[in-house]
């Protein structure tokens, strides 16, 4: 199978998976808010951001340097993948300890009774981690991907069932969030199920192999360390300084940044094998990134162009008690088009082996985004976090921009006027559709309106380019030719 061929399979089953993990993700925090009471869905978010806080501890860059490792030594695969198995092992039972002794430093006393209790639940995550991260890197290494896309469906519908028994058999605060772990549990047993990866259980034989990939996973894990506090650092504070209500509004509208900040995996997961192949002043190099920059810009227009939903999109997944957090949302899905270009940057770099670079750059946001929040929070609650983000997001991608600019030539955006054009057309279809009283039909219409209005509109410019069709095209007629057949 030619990469265009295996970038299209594996990018559309991510996009249907993406797809039904948004609509899942839609429905269960509609149920979850409507059954349980701001202040009961705060307590349980806030077990969720600690886990999501310190998680990444769990990985510290053992994936990334994995599938690099596998990728340029194929033959040693089940021997690499074993060490991994073994620093993963390392990693988590140190990483659980820590989250609860945080669990119970953070929130003492009656008030955090329900978050404390809601830890211990999301325990039930870590003892089928290692085993899954063996069949995550197997999958990459194998451009495979579509099989954990596939395995993310089934679990999320899963956890979706358990879901909606708990709010009928009114288990409260503790059943929902056992709904919730349940989803992670199942995604793990299902990628191990489906990859069967081959792992040997012997820490002697790989001893060199796995302190091989720690001196390799650390600088990456720290960057990944500095981002995990970033990205939930924001919600963490306003946790402590905002209050459970505050949270529940920012984390209702955080789950578009969540849903939406994997769409640049749809391209970059198949090409990081093979740009972990090349070297960064190839030509191929540089022309593989520049269709990946192109494709991701192509992506995060609309995730702007739609965020003039943001009230509407409030009321849609919590209910009329949120519709105050329509501009945390806005300010929150303008953050994830930042996110969505930079991602290509980040993932490219790290294939060179130069995720040493980014250090400086995410400490620098780190700070920044810090000193925003303990400022903007006490004044504007969620409003001021979401502020932050988009403000530290705009400031990650310029740096980023230039650090990648020192090493390597920069992607240009490649019709600009033409791309404006569809952006526009896209906003204005998605304004009309403001006009229907009904926030639910306001927000499929204008999705649906929107997102037609700029895929025609760069149809008809010339403006969508052949080797993001071509696959896509090649695919549907192969499946149509099936089906009818």
Known sequence: MKLSQKVALNSSVQALSRGFLAAAGIVS????????????????????????LLGFATDFGISAMTVRAIARDPENETAIASSAFWVWVCFTLPTALL?????????????????????????????????????GVHAIASQRVWIL??????????????????????????????????????????????????????????????????AAAVPLGLVMMINGLY????????SLLGGERDLAVYGVAYKAFESLLGLPDF?????????????????????LVQ?????????????????????????????????????????????????????????????????TLLLKVSVTILVAN?????????????????????????????????????????????????????????????????LISSPVVAVLAGAATGLLAYGATLLALGAMPRYIREPFETSFRALRTKVVG
């Not at 034989?205 to 990939?213: D, E, F, G, N, V």
């Not at 810009?297 to 949120?322: C, D, F, N, Q, W």
């Not at 921009?401 to 526009?424: E, F, S, W």
Request: with cysteine; net charge positive.
């Open 370 to 434: 810090a000193l925003i929040n303990l400022a903007a929070i006490p004044l504007f609650g969620a409003e001021g976090a979401a502020g932050a983000l988009l403000a530290t997001e705009a400031l990650s991608f310029g740096l980023t921009l230039i650090v990648y600019g020192r090493i390597a030539d920069l992607p240009r955006v490649q019709q600009p006027v033409k791309l404006a054009a569809g952006l526009g057309a896209l906003i204005a279809a998605a304004a009309i559709c403001q």
């Open 149 to 214: 896309s596939l395995a993310t469906i089934f679990s999320r519908a899963a956890s979706l069932v358990f879901l909606i028994l708990a709010a009928a058999l009114d288990l409260g605060p503790l059943g929902i969030t056992a709904a919730f772990a349940s989803g992670y549990v199942f995604e793990q047993a299902f990628s191990i199920a489906f990859i069967r990866p081959t792992i040997r259980f012997s820490l002697g034989l790989h001893r060199a192999r796995i302190w091989s990939l720690l």
């Open 291 to 355: 269709k990946a920059f192109t494709a991701m810009t192509i992506l995060a227009l609309p995730i702007l162009g739609l965020s003039i939903l943001g009230r509407e999109m409030m009321i849609a997944l919590g209910g009329e008690k949120y519709a105050g957090g329509g501009l945390v949302l806005t300010l929150i899905m303008c953050s994830v088009a930042f996110a969505t270009v930079q991602a290509v940057f980040g993932n490219a770099l790290v294939t060179q082996g130069k995720q």
């Open 267 to 287: 391209v970059m997961v198949t090409l990081i094998p093979v740009l972990a192949k090349l070297e960064l002043r190839e030509e191929r190099f540089r022309e």
């Open 29 to 52: 925090v509609a149920i979850a808010t409507r059954y349980l009471s701001i202040d009961q869905y705060g307590a349980v978010l806030a077990a969720m951001v600690l886990f999501s």
């Open 99 to 135: 989250i609860l002794v945080s669990s119970l430093v953070f929130y003492p006393g009656g008030d955090g009774e329900t978050t404390r209790h809601a830890v211990l639940v999301m325990m039930l995550i870590f003892p089928l981690g290692p085993f899954a991260g063996v069949a």
């Open 231 to 238: 990205f939930r650092l924001d919600a963490f504070l306003l």
